[in-house]
């Protein structure tokens, strides 16, 4: 898998990068991951990336001129015009970082995990010129609902996201199964529950998790878990990620989700 980030700021990815899952899947090559300076494609002095939007408003917008040509550099082919537009490649994904995407979830993670290269463009200032987002991106995205300066966070987010997914990546392949978003939790599938959807796979919560000591504070560790019966510990996890889910996260509950 390849990822290419392309941004205003490339030094912002020297840091998480260079640690955990991410620097152990670059020295094992299951990642690589290569970072653009959006500059190196201005074509002024001042190497200007963004300029004021059409009709007024406030902030700048980032130019559509150095976003084309940086992704043409790394696909090493055009991206086409209003004539003729590229052809997608259904193994490469170009991704737009935008607050006005469609959420960024488990199941886009592991969409992204079955391509072969993921080019994520990090947005800047008042956000984009919509050319981008239209005729160059293959999709936008957003991590949450909230706003931030830029696009880089979310990219590192993908990147984590979509890398501890891929064979090799974990110490034990299990753990990306057995967590909160997957359809499992207990190493199996719920079956049905009361307040829970039977068809399908269900999205929930990771169950809660306890280490030693088995008592800290007066709080003490639920007893079953320490009881060494397998069947009534999986019992427990699924209720104990319904219940859990069901607190934290209502809109997985509500008919939002499959829980």
Not at 47 to 62: W, Y
Not at 67 to 84: I, M, N, R, S
Not at 117 to 132: A, Q
Request: hydrophobic letters at 40%; aromatic letters at 8%.
């Amino acid at each position: 898998m390849r990822f290419d980030l392309i941004s205003i700021f490339p030094e912002f990815f020297a840091g998480p990068l260079d640690h955990g899952i991410l620097r152990r899947a670059r020295e094992t090559g299951i990642v690589e991951v290569n970072v653009q300076d959006l500059r190196m494609f201005t074509k002024d002095r001042h190497r200007t990336v963004d300029d004021r939007p059409f009709g007024g408003g406030e902030g700048m917008v980032l130019k559509p001129e150095p976003l084309f040509e940086a992704v043409e550099h790394l696909l090493g082919e055009p991206a086409g015009d209003a004539t003729q537009k590229r052809k997608p490649d259904d193994r490469t994904a170009i991704v737009l970082l935008s607050a006005s995407g469609q959420r960024f979830s488990q199941e886009t993670a592991r969409r992204f995990a079955g391509l072969e290269r993921i080019i994520l463009i990090c947005g800047r200032y008042e956000g984009v010129d919509e050319r981008v987002a239209e005729y160059l991106a293959t999709e936008e995205i957003s991590t949450g609902d909230y706003v931030l300066s830029g696009g880089e966070l979310p990219a590192m987010l993908i990147v984590d996201a979509v890398t501890r997914l891929l064979p090799g990546s974990l110490g034990n392949e299990a753990s990306s199964q057995n967590e909160s978003f997957s359809a499992s939790v207990g190493g199996e599938n719920f079956p049905a529950a009361k307040g829970t959807r039977a068809s399908g796979a269900q999205i929930v919560l990771d169950f809660p998790h306890y280490t030693r000591p088995a008592e800290y504070r007066g709080w003490k560790v639920p007893e079953v878990l320490v009881g060494g019966n397998h069947a009534e510990i999986a019992a427990w996890r699924r209720a104990a990620a319904i219940e859990k889910t069901q607190r934290n996260r209502p809109d997985l509950a509500d008919g939002h989700g499959s829980v």
